[in-house]
């Protein structure tokens, strides 16, 4: 696009044409353009707010029109949000769910929350667990189960459970 009067007088400017523009975009930069300015015997790059504003909104230009062009054909649409999916958008988090967890041995005097057993089974699965729940959710108890559980199953023989030094009494 630098070649064509268009990449100077319709999608650029004269001190930044099109595809550098393009460039910038493509390489989350923002552009920006400088002045040589001579002092004594040394030169200064000074930042001319003036063209680098008019990249600017060139390059918002650029994008709107990319915008609009990559939407106006579905086929296209689906073919490009089918390539993105495929590369890129096919990882879920993990979802750990406890509702299967019998705990033989464990005490019949309480009974454990939906999360606390999301919060058993994801140490279980995964092994090293941070649990981030907040004051009075049952952390202890559910790192107490979990532990139990682990032993029982033969994943672990010891356990080590570590906790700041301002959280004990």
């Given at each position: 696009l630098g070649w064509m009067a268009a990449g100077t007088s319709e999608w650029g400017t004269d001190r930044r044409h099109a595809g550098e523009l393009i460039a910038d975009a493509l390489n989350s930069r923002v552009p920006q353009i400088f002045d040589t300015v001579k002092?004594?015997?040394a030169e200064k790059r000074v930042l001319n707010v003036v063209d680098t504003e008019a990249a600017k909104e060139k390059l918002q230009k650029i994008k709107t029109a990319f915008q609009n062009w990559i939407w106006s054909d579905p086929d296209r649409t689906d073919r490009l949000a089918r390539v993105y999916n495929d590369r890129f958008n096919n990882i879920a988090p993990r979802r750990f769910n406890g509702d299967h967890l019998q705990l033989p041995g464990a005490s019949g005097a309480f009974s454990l929350y939906g999360h606390q057993k999301r919060g058993i089974w994801r140490i279980v699965s995964a092994g090293s667990?941070?649990?981030?729940?907040?004051?009075?959710?049952?952390?202890?108890?559910?790192?107490?189960?979990?532990?139990?559980?682990?032993?029982?199953?033969?994943?672990?023989?010891?356990a080590m459970l570590v906790v700041p030094g301002h959280c004990l009494a």
């Open positions: 002092e004594g015997h667990t941070y649990l981030a729940h907040a004051v009075g959710a049952g952390k202890t108890m559910t790192i107490a189960a979990g532990v139990m559980e682990q032993r029982r199953l033969g994943l672990i023989a010891k």
